[in-house]
């Protein structure tokens, strides 16, 4: 069993930027295919990005396709998170999660199995 653990959330100002970063202990992150998610108050947790395996692929949601940019070092067992040009839209808990048997990215959260605790990002307009 892994665990996640994000950190890099934060205040911050609009057009500004952030780093979150997904560290994993217990099992090597490399066998996993990695997401992030996001929830603001009062809203569904919803889909931001995922990574596959190796690297080779990532998706993103169509809101921030051109603003946040998902890698993974698996030699350091760490996802990232990259968010340029933040909006007051983007603020929310964000998570990382695993998922352990897929072998395609899935945008459904049902769809992962290993979940961090969360960072909150706060955008000031």
């Known amino acids: 069993q892994v665990q996640l653990v994000e950190s890099g959330g934060g205040l911050v100002q609009a057009g500004g930027s952030l780093r979150l970063s997904c560290a994993a202990s217990?099992?090597?992150?490399?066998?996993?295919?990695i997401a992030w998610f996001r929830q603001a108050p009062g809203k569904e947790r919803e889909f931001v990005a995922a990574?596959?395996?190796?690297?080779?692929?990532?998706y993103y949601k169509d809101s921030v396709k051109d603003r946040f940019t998902i890698s993974r070092d698996n030699a350091k067992n760490t996802v990232y998170l990259q968010m340029n040009i933040l909006k007051p839209e983007d603020t929310a808990v964000y998570y990382c999660?695993?998922?352990?048997?897929?072998?395609?990215?899935?945008?459904?959260?049902?769809?992962?199995?290993?979940w961090g605790q969360g960072t909150q990002v706060t955008v000031s307009s």
């Open positions: 999660a695993a998922d352990a048997t897929s072998a395609f990215i899935r945008r459904g959260g049902n769809d992962y199995d290993y």
């Open positions: 217990g099992r090597t992150l490399a066998i996993y295919i």
């Open positions: 990574i596959t395996r190796s690297a080779g692929s990532a």
